[in-house]
């Protein structure tokens, strides 16, 4: 079963955000992880939250908690804090193959 990671963002500042995907997205492939989506989402019904969503697909929800955990990403998130507002970051296991 793979995992999702999910996030809701809103950036505030493009060069420091340029500088968090330099320093993250290497981070998600050396968890063995792969970015999926970037961007806005197409809200269907109801409300959600932030301009920018990202998806990322892990083996499980381990490595997915793995690589959130990571000294490496909490370097990159400590550049991300403060150049965004985060609605949420969550992960979601994928029963469907």
Not at 58 to 86: C, D, G, V
């Amino acid at each position: 079963m793979s995992a999702l990671m999910l996030a809701q963002v809103e950036f505030h500042d493009a060069e420091a955000i340029e500088r968090y995907v330099a320093a993250a997205r290497p981070t998600i492939e050396q968890h063995a992880g792969k970015i999926l989506a970037v961007g806005a989402a197409e809200v269907a019904e109801e409300t959600w939250f932030g301009p920018n969503t990202i998806a990322a697909e892990f083996a499980n929800i381990a490595a997915a908690r793995a690589w959130y955990n990571s000294a490496e990403y909490q370097e990159a998130r400590k550049i991300r804090l403060p150049a965004a507002t985060t609605n949420s970051v969550f992960f979601l296991e994928s029963s469907a193959s």
